[in-house]
C-alpha cells in the first residue's frame, strides 16, 4: 500500500499548483481520500476530502472556494488544485486514505498517508 504525492514547489502569492497524490496497493476506488498539510511550528490540519462513491467534497474553511479536490479512478490518483494562493498556505502537503468514510475532516480516520509535498508561498 503506498500513496505518493508530487507537484509541490515555489509558488507566488495569487498563483496556482496542482499536487497528485498516486496510489497503488490496494483498491483506489473503494477508499475517501484526503489532503492535509502541516506548516512549520503547527500541527497538521484537515485541507479537503473526496469521497469515493459520491464524490461528495470537502473543505476546511481557509481554503474553501480557492482549492479544488478531485480524483481520477482509472488513473488511482487525487488531485489538489491551489489557486489564489497565500503565503499561509505554505506547508507540507500529505495525501491520506479513509475506509471508513465518515468524519472526513477527522484524521484519526485516515489509516495510510503518503509522504509529503512541500509547498511555498512567497514573493
Known amino acids: 500500500v503506498q500513496l505518493q504525492a508530487s507537484g509541490g514547489g515555489l509558488a507566488q502569492p495569487g498563483g496556482s499548483l496542482r499536487l497528485s497524490c498516486a496510489a497503488s496497493?490496494?483498491?483506489?476506488?473503494?477508499?475517501?481520500m484526503g489532503w492535509f498539510r502541516q506548516a512549520p511550528g503547527k500541527e497538521r490540519e484537515f485541507v479537503s476530502s473526496?469521497?469515493?462513491?459520491?464524490?461528495?467534497?470537502y473543505y476546511a474553511d481557509s481554503v474553501k472556494g480557492r482549492f479544488t479536490i478531485s480524483r481520477d479512478n482509472a488513473e488511482n490518483t487525487v488531485f489538489l488544485q491551489m489557486d489564489s494562493l497565500k503565503p499561509e498556505d505554505t506547508a507540507v502537503y500529505y495525501c491520506?486514505?479513509?475506509?471508513?468514510?465518515?468524519?472526513?475532516?477527522?484524521?484519526?480516520?485516515?489509516?495510510?498517508w503518503g509522504g509529503g509535498t512541500l509547498v511555498t508561498v512567497s514573493s
Open positions: 496497493g490496494f483498491a483506489f476506488s473503494v477508499y475517501t
Open positions: 473526496i469521497n469515493y462513491r459520491d464524490r461528495r467534497t
Open positions: 491520506a486514505r479513509n475506509p471508513y468514510h465518515n468524519k472526513p475532516r477527522d484524521q484519526i480516520y485516515y489509516d495510510t
